[in-house]
């Protein structure tokens, strides 16, 4: 993953009536996608306004080498992101609360410029049941997400098999990191192994070395 310094955004934010006003800021809107062009060390501004509760998906599209980093509505940086999971672009996942606004600075990695779009979405995760499982097919530095709900509190196990490479990570529902494991279960295939609560909600990230298929499964004990 390669470091991105920090957005500077002193010279964008303005503290008026003690709110703060983004200037030059364009707003993104739920299901859409923009288009856009960016110039050697340019920062592109965009808003987000959540309209419900849960986790919202911002990221980038084309050819060139985008890096995205969120910040909530004190300016307080959340997460970045460069280069995660679909190649040169950029992806950001965050739990987002109804009413409040998120911003992005976008800009290209190491003063690249060209076109590129972004979409702000309400993704849509599969969901891991305890004693079923799912196979697909994930590439390299590739990420899925899937959602568990503990029926009952128990010991949960996820676990891959196959001669794929992965990793995997447990987080709360607000995306809070829980745990993670890489290769638990024995090269190349993980077990992570978390005490749950009923009726809460989890989400797995899978994550991968290398292409391949891979198969994952969770148990409740």
């Not at 809107?29 to 808003?47: A, H, K, R, V």
């Not at 899937?146 to 995306?175: H, K, M, Q, W």
Request: include cysteine.
């Amino acid at each position: 993953m390669k470091i991105k310094i920090f957005c500077l955004i002193t010279v964008l934010m303005l503290i008026i009536s003690g709110g703060v006003f983004a200037q030059n800021t364009q707003e993104l809107s739920i299901g859409s996608s923009l288009p856009g062009n960016l110039s050697s060390g340019q920062e592109i501004w965009y808003s987000v306004k959540a309209a419900q509760d849960g986790l919202l998906i911002v990221q980038t599209f084309g050819d060139t080498d985008t890096c995205l980093e969120a910040f909530d509505e004190g300016m307080f940086l959340i997460v970045d992101n460069d280069d995660g999971p679909n190649g040169y672009n950029a992806s950001i996942i965050l739990s987002v609360k109804r009413g409040s606004t998120y911003y992005f600075c976008l800009t290209g990695y190491d003063n690249e410029s060209g076109p590129y779009s972004i979409s702000a979405s309400y993704p849509v995760f599969p969901q891991l049941n305890a004693g079923s499982f799912h196979s697909g097919n994930i590439i390299s530095d590739d990420y899925l997400f899937f959602i568990f709900t503990a029926a009952r509190s128990g010991v949960l196990t996820v676990e891959t098999s196959g001669g794929t490479d992965t990793y995997i990570y447990l987080y709360d529902d607000n995306l809070k990191y829980l745990a993670d494991d890489d290769d638990g279960a024995g090269y190349p295939n993980d077990r992570l192994i978390y005490q749950v609560t009923s009726g809460r909600t989890y989400y797995i990230e899978l994550c991968a070395y290398e292409f391949g298929p891979y198969t994952i499964s969770a148990r409740l004990q």
